[in-house]
């Protein structure tokens, strides 16, 4: 990851936490952006949204960086949490970087894609039901590509 990037809105300090092998400060970080985007939404800026989604994606939990991806997985679930009723609006952009995360080598980050993918459901309850193919197909697969099935799901 470069750190010279620019990530706007996230802050450097957003960033630098999201990044840091702590899960408490990657907890911090999803704490600050649940509240920039709860601010995107009062603020009705859309464009803002889908772009923190967007970095939040591409730049984190897709990263080969293990603690970046773990940073950009909790960011997404602090997303679905600030959208509230709203997050069914971006939901294809919440889950598909977290179901990739299912087929990760490392268990723990399964854990929190696990995680994630339980906050981002549980905001968006009855909105999730198109995509329940691919969450089931994403959970089944991701467990069985690791040995046993549902395996991912332990730490």
Request: hydrophobic share 40%; charged share 20%.
């Amino acid at each position: 990851m470069n750190p010279e990037k620019d990530f706007a809105p996230l802050t450097p300090n957003i960033v630098r936490a999201l990044n840091d092998k702590l899960y408490e400060k990657r907890k911090v970080a999803a704490l600050e952006i649940e509240k920039l985007v709860r601010e995107f939404v009062a603020q009705n800026n859309t464009v803002q949204i889908k772009h923190v989604i967007q970095t939040l994606s591409q730049e984190f939990a897709l990263s080969q960086h293990p603690h970046s991806r773990k940073g950009g997985l909790i960011g997404l679930a602090a997303c679905s949490i600030a959208l509230g009723k709203d997050s069914g609006l971006y939901l294809k952009e919440l889950i598909e970087p977290v179901l990739t995360c299912f087929n990760d080598a490392d268990s723990r980050l399964r854990y929190y894609a696990c995680e994630a993918l339980y906050n981002i459901v549980k905001v968006a309850r009855g909105a999730v039901l198109p995509h329940f193919n691919v969450l089931f197909d994403g959970l089944s697969l991701g467990c069985e590509s690791v040995g046993h099935p549902w395996s991912c799901i332990r730490p």
